[in-house]
């Protein structure tokens, strides 16, 4: 275990290539739970289809939660070798995983915050979005894919 961050200049490989990274787990990520919630209809005699961009959202906010809680990094950014690290190195815990799903859902859903995100993930030294800033968290590339 990490015991802080590694540093954008002196170990500047743990962060090569995260924000394209980030981007296609993000696609992954998004078939994966928009199968998920097509998969979940038949159960509700497919009157779920009448609300399914929120089923679809809570699909999401649970997928996200739980993978993030157990592997630090959703199965989209566990394909592409990348993982978030909280302030300290640690991997994330389920409030940390809860807290970021929460924030990720909120920067997706408002314009600003998400034009925010994003310039931030491009010019920043560690490619943080305005909800990694908040919970002092990075997204780096696992120690085995440096």
Same mark, same amino acid.
């Given at each position: 275990?990490?015991?802080?961050?590694?540093?954008?200049?002196?170990?500047?490989?743990?962060?090569?290539? %995260?924000?394209?990274?980030?981007?296609?787990?993000?696609?992954?990520?998004? %078939?994966?739970?928009?199968?998920?919630? %097509?998969?979940?209809?038949?159960?509700?005699?497919?009157? *779920?289809?009448?609300?399914?961009?929120?089923?679809?959202?809570?699909?999401?906010?649970?997928?996200?939660?739980?993978?993030?809680?157990?592997?630090?990094?959703?199965?989209?950014?566990?394909?592409?070798?990348?993982?978030?690290?909280?302030?300290?190195?640690?991997?994330?815990?389920?409030?940390?995983? %809860?807290?970021?799903?929460?924030?990720?859902?909120?920067?997706?859903?408002?314009?600003?915050?998400?034009?925010?995100?994003? *310039?931030?993930?491009?010019?920043?030294?560690?490619?943080?979005?305005?909800?990694?800033?908040?919970?002092?968290?990075?997204?780096?590339?696992?120690?085995? *894919?440096?």
């Amino acid at each position: 275990m990490m015991r802080t961050l590694p540093d954008p200049v002196r170990h500047a490989a743990f962060y090569e290539g %995260v924000a394209a990274k980030r981007a296609f787990a993000w696609g992954i990520d998004t %078939v994966i739970t928009g199968i998920a919630a %097509v998969m979940v209809l038949p159960f509700t005699a497919f009157l *779920a289809i009448l609300i399914f961009p929120l089923l679809f959202g809570v699909v999401n906010l649970a997928y996200r939660a739980a993978t993030l809680a157990s592997f630090s990094a959703t199965p989209g950014m566990w394909l592409l070798g990348i993982e978030f690290r909280r302030a300290d190195g640690s991997r994330f815990d389920a409030t940390t995983a %809860v807290l970021h799903t929460l924030g990720t859902l909120f920067t997706w859903t408002t314009v600003l915050p998400q034009i925010a995100s994003a *310039a931030l993930m491009a010019m920043g030294p560690r490619g943080q979005g305005l909800t990694d800033l908040l919970l002092g968290c990075v997204v780096i590339r696992r120690a085995g *894919a440096v």
